[in-house]
């Protein structure tokens, strides 16, 4: 069964510091990886999505992401974050097929708070 | 395009009484999906279709029901709610295709059981 681990609940940075959000995923082939972000009481966006190809991903809103077999991780990355990235972040794991259907498992989810 | 809709926004329900949520998409996807939010738990797939009068079961469909009588309609029902229901519902829709395509959510329902 695919599965995905978001081991921060909640994260604190300063506006303008840099930013990892770990994701750590289970799933017995080639996985098909996503992140998105929530605002607060809104739906969830896209970030950023991997398949295959280069492990670097580059993502919407500066935000990247960089996928390690070896580590089963796809950890998203910024530079330098700004007060409205302040968010909810989700990473996914697709794939799950039974009958058809891509069927997105989700993370638990890491709130980031931005300090100004 | 509106995208994803979602009525209503806000509901709030005594338990045992019925309601259905609707959700529309007008990008002509053949996907769509059924989700609940619920703190700390990230999102748990209720149902979802891969088209027109076709449903599946996802991870936690006990107490709902679905129907997708047209391709731009997925309708969720609880036909008697119980306060565990009491969650933020997401629906989303994909195109049909490799499992690489996005999923595209609307703004969610949040229900309350009394």
């Known amino acids: 069964a695919q599965s995905v681990t978001q081991p921060d609940i909640h994260i604190t940075v300063s506006e303008g510091a840099s930013l990892e959000l770990r994701c750590n995923y289970s799933?017995?082939?080639?996985?098909?990886l996503f992140w998105y972000v929530q605002s607060p009481g809104q739906g969830l966006q896209l970030l950023l999505k991997?398949?295959?190809?280069?492990?670097l991903v580059q993502g919407i809103k500066g935000f990247e992401a960089e996928f390690k077999r070896s580590q089963s991780s796809f950890n998203l990355r910024k530079p330098s974050v700004h007060w409205s990235d302040a968010a909810e972040y989700f990473c996914?794991?697709?794939?799950?097929?039974?009958?058809?259907?891509?069927?997105?498992?989700f993370g638990t989810g890491t709130q980031l708070k931005v300090e100004l | 395009n509106a995208g994803v809709t979602q009525t209503p926004k806000f509901r709030v329900l005594k338990t045992g009484q019925s309601m259905t949520l609707l959700c529309a998409q007008d990008?002509?996807?053949?996907?769509m999906y059924w989700y609940r939010q619920d703190p700390g738990m990230g999102l748990r797939l209720i149902h979802y279709?891969?088209?027109?009068?076709?449903?599946a079961k996802g991870e936690v469909p006990d107490g709902y029901n679905v129907s997708r009588l047209k391709k731009q309609n997925f309708l969720l029902g609880l036909e008697s709610a119980a306060p565990s229901q009491t969650s933020v519902y997401f629906c989303?829709?994909?195109?049909?295709?490799?499992?690489?395509?996005?999923?595209?959510f609307g703004p969610g329902t949040r229900l309350t059981v009394l």
């Open positions: 279709s891969v088209g027109e009068g076709t449903t």
């Open positions: 996914a794991v697709g794939g799950g097929l039974t009958g058809g259907g891509n069927k997105l498992t």
């Open positions: 990008m002509n996807h053949e996907y």
């Open positions: 991997y398949f295959s190809g280069d492990t």
């Open positions: 799933y017995g082939a080639t996985p098909y």
């Open positions: 989303a829709s994909r195109v049909s295709g490799t499992f690489y395509n996005e999923q595209f």
